[in-house]
T-cell receptor, first 111, second 112 residues
């Protein structure tokens, strides 16, 4: 079992709709959870982090964390073509030094 | 401008020829890290450093070396590169105790 799992996609969502990206992790002691966006040929860029159970909102982005289910998700409201990218879920391990990435979900917003 | 730089950006080399990929940051970050990115495998951590002279292995350290003699620099050394080290490499840095990592532009390495 991979430590951080994501559906590779591609996930195709119509413009203006809500895109929902999901991630599960295996280390129950994980403390910090991140979502990175990576455009093709570019480096990853941090868009959200979340530490506590529940929702965290930042503009059109909402991160959701459920530690009991070991599940973290990212919602993108009012999806735009510029949101088309690969989204990487990352988890800081219980040792607090290592950050483990999922393999990413490719999101495509169709006009 | 605050940034993480990597050199070279592209490199084609042959098996066994030692190489170094440099990483430098100008933000006085304590934490620096190297990742490799391969299709379907995502980003995997190679080595990380919590501060000068403090380094530790990540998930895939075999075949790589690092050093942290100065705070701003964290070179990645491949003593004897092999074709399975063909990959896209990213350096990243952050302040200690924070979670916002800044990534360099990447180095695409091909080992023939």
């Amino acid at each position: 079992q991979k430590e951080v799992e994501q559906n590779s996609g591609p996930l195709s969502v119509p413009e203006g709709a809500i895109a929902s990206l999901n991630c599960t992790y295996s280390d129950r002691g994980s403390q910090s959870f991140f979502w990175y966006r990576q455009y093709s040929g570019k480096s990853p860029e941090l868009i959200m982090f979340i530490y506590s159970n529940g929702d965290k909102e930042d503009g059109r982005f909402t991160a959701q964390l459920n530690k009991a289910s070991q599940y973290v998700s990212l919602l993108i409201r009012d999806s735009q073509p510029s949101d088309s990218a690969t989204y990487l879920c990352a988890v800081r391990s219980s040792s607090a030094s290592k950050i483990i990435f999922g393999s990413g979900t490719r999101l495509s917003i169709r006009p | 401008e605050a940034q993480v730089t990597q050199n070279p950006r592209y490199l084609i080399t042959v098996t066994g020829k030692k190489l170094t990929v440099t990483c430098s940051q100008n933000m006085n970050h304590e934490y620096m890290s190297w990742y490799r990115q391969d299709p379907g495998l995502g980003l995997r951590q190679i080595y990380y450093s919590m501060n000068v002279e403090v380094t530790d292995k990540g998930d895939v350290p075999e075949g790589y070396k690092v050093s942290r003699k100065e705070k701003r620099n964290f070179p990645l050394i491949l003593e004897s590169p092999s074709p399975n080290q063909t990959s896209l490499y990213f350096c990243a840095s952050s302040w200690a105790g924070t979670d916002t990592q800044y990534f360099g532009p990447g180095t695409r390495l091909t080992v023939l």
